[in-house]
C-alpha cells in the first residue's frame, strides 16, 4: 500500500516525547512507590516508612517553611523594583530590567558557588550561620523569577485605572491595597509559583551554602537515590509531586477569580 | 457674572512637562459657571487634556491658580477633590463587578455625622456610609445609566457602550460637583456616538451639576455643549457659545475648525471693502485700509447666480451629492471655492458667486514669516510673487546632487525631473534684504508700512500683484519708497506639495 502523508502524522514526536519523558517516568515512580525494596512485590511500607518516621516529616515542613520565607522574601523584595522598572517615568530604558534578570544567564553552579564564597567571606559562613546563608541564596536565585512575571503585569497594567482609583477617592495607601494589588495579582500569583514549589525540590543552593547544615526535601530525595533506595526515594518525590499538583490547583483558581486571565500556572 | 455662580476658576495656568520645551497648556484662564456644560475643543496635542488633567488632579500646574468655590485646588492630590472622570478607555477595575466598581467611590467616602456618646454629649465624627444606603445609591446611578440588573455582570463581559455607562454611573454616584469627561464616547461606533451624546446631555440637565467634557469632534462640541473652549497648541482660541463659534469665529484656525469654511487672504481695499478671490466686495468688518487679513466665508452662505449677477465668477469643476444639499468646487482664477446648495446645477458651468456682506468674516492676520505658493521652473528656480528667485532644489530630497542635465539626482541612483512641481516657500523676515537700487533684487515693490519693534523696523513691501514681503531691516525707510527685493537663496525653505516619486523619470 502507497504511505500517504497525513497532517496528524506531525504529531508523532509530540506523542513519543510525551510518551517517553511524561507518562513513563510517571508510571515508573509510582511503580516504584509502590513496591518493596527487597522483595520487589507490591506493598505500602514505603507510605508506612515515610509517615512513621518524624524525621521525614520534619524535613518536609522545614521545606515547606524555607519555600514560603523565600516566596514572601522575594514577592516583598521584588514588588518595587518591578513597579518602579514598569513605571516609564522612572525607568526610560530597558538595561536596568535586563541588569536584574542577568543573573539567570549565569551558570548555576558557578554562581552559587561565587555566592558561597562571598557569603563566607562576609562572614556569613554555611558552618557558622546555614539558614540565614540558605535564604539569602535561595532569595538571590529565585528574584529574578518573581520579578519577571510582576514586571510583564505591571507593563500591561492600565495606569489609567490607577488614575481611577485616585479619582474616586483612594489614597495612595487605599489605592495600592484596592487596585493595584488586585491588578497585578496574575502576576503575583505565577511569580510565587515559580518560587515556592521550585525551593522545596532544590538541593544544590541549600547543599553549597550550608555546606549540608539544612537539608530541603529535595537533597533529601537525593539522599536515598544516592543510597540505593530507588523504592522510598520514588515514594517521596510522588508527595513532591502531589504537592506541586495541590499548589497549582489552588494558584489556577486564584487567578480564574480574580483575574479573570488564565495563566498557563 | 456674580461671583457667587463661578464653580471653577483656571488664573494663568501653565503646564510645562519635565521633558518637553514648550508649554503644554499656555497662560490658561477660564471661568466656569455652576451647572453649565463646558466643552474643551481643539486637535490632538492642543492642551486639551491636559487642563482637564489639572482639573482632577493628575498633573500639577508649573503656575498659576485653580479656583474651585474660590479655594485653591491646584496643588491638591486628586484623592482629595470632588471632582470625578470619566476616563477615555474608561478605566473600569477588572476585578470588581459592576456594583462594586460603582460602589468603590462611596465605600472609601467618609461623612460627617452626629452622635452622642455615654454622657450624652454631642460628637462629630466622620463614618462609613451604611451598606443600606450605598445599595440605594448604586442602584439609583444604575437607573441613570440605564443598567438596571446589570449589578453582578463581570465588566469585562460587557460591550463598549456598557462599559461606558458603568463608568459613568461609577463618576456621577459619588455626586462630584464637576464631571470631568474625557474623550469619553471616542472609542464607541458612530450610531452609539450620537446616542449617548443626547442621554450625557439629558442627564446634565437632570443631575445639574457642570460637566467639563474634552473632545477633538467639532460636531459633538457643537451638539452637546453651553460653552466651546477652542484651544490649539496649549491656548485658548475662542471662548464662546456653539453659536458664536460657529458665526463669529475669532481667527481663522477657529473657522477652519469648527466647520467647513474657505479661507482667504484678502486686502482692505477702502473703508468696508475687501479685495479676494481678485474682486472687491462690500463687508461689515472696519479695518485699516491696506491690511491684510483673512476672509473666512462658510460654504452655505455663498449663493451661486447668474455670470452677470455675481460679484466674482467662476466655472464648477465638481459636484458631490451630500444628502440634504449639493457641494459645489467652483474654481475662481486660480482659487477655490466651496459651496453648499439645494439646488442642482451642471458641472463646466460658468456661474457668479454673490455673499452678503455681513457673512463675510475678517480677521486679524498674524505674520510670523513670509509664506508663499510657488513652482519649480526648469533651471531649477522657484517661482512666486511672479518672479523667479535663485534656491537649493537639493533641500527637497536629502543626500541629492543636481545632475549635467539639471535632474535632480538621489543617492541611491534615482532621477526626478522637479520642473512645474508645486512647492510652498518660507522665510524668516531676517532673511529677505531690500535694495533701492531696483536692480538689485528679484522684485520691486512700494513700502506701505513700517513699524518700528524696539531695535528693528518691520517693513512691508507689496508689489504690484499685491503680494506681500515683510522684511526685519535695520535702516529707516519711507512708507511709498520702491525698492527691490532679494532673498538669500540658502534661507529659502522649499517644500514640496504631494510626493516626490511623482515626479521620478
Redesign the interface.
Known sequence: MKFRFQRKYLSIPYVLFFLFFVICPIILIVVYAFTDKATGLFSFNNLIKFFSDSTNINVLVISLVYGLINTGLCLLIGYPIAYFLADKKINKSAILVTLFIMPMWINFVIRTGATRDLLTWIGLSGGSHPEVATIIGLVYNYLPFTILPLYTTMLKM?R??I?????????PV??FV??II??T?PGIISGATMVFMPTISSYVISDILSEYNVVLFGSYIDLYFNQSDWNFGSFMALIMLLLILLSVVISRKFSNE???KKSIW | MDRDDIIIELIDVNKKFDDGDSFAVENFNLSVKRGQFVTFLGPSGCGKTTTLRMI???EIPTSGKILLNGEDIAQL???KRP???V???Y??????DVYDNIA??LK??KVKKVVKDKKGNEKVKYVHLSQKEIDEKVVRALKIVDLEQFESR?V?TLSGGQQQRVAIA??IV?EPEILLLDEPLGALDLKMRKEMQLELKEMHKKLGITFIYVTHDQEEALTMSDMIVVMKDGMIQQVGTPTDIYNEPKNAFVADFIGESNIYVGTIYDKLKVRFLGKVWDCVDEYPIHEKVDVVVRPEDIKICNPKDGVAVGKITNCIFKGIHYEYTIMVGKNEVIVQSTKMYDTDKEVGIKIEPDLIHIMKREISSNAFEGYINKNNQVVFAEASWDCDVTTLLKGSTIDDEGYLASSDGKKYDLTDADVSVEFDMGDVDISDNLEEGNITGKIIEMVYKGDHYQVIVRTEDEDDFVVDTEWTWNINDIVSVKVNPSKLKLKLKGDITKYEI
Open positions: 492600565d489609567s485605572q488614575e481611577a482609583g485616585a479619582d474616586l477617592g483612594a489614597n487605599q489605592n484596592k487596585v488586585p491588578l495579582l480574580e483575574g479573570g | 482632577a488632579g493628575f492630590p486628586p484623592y471632582v470625578n472622570t476616563f477615555q478607555r478605566a473600569l477595575f477588572p476585578h470588581l468603590f467611590g472609601l467616602k463581570n469585562t461609577r463618576a459619588n
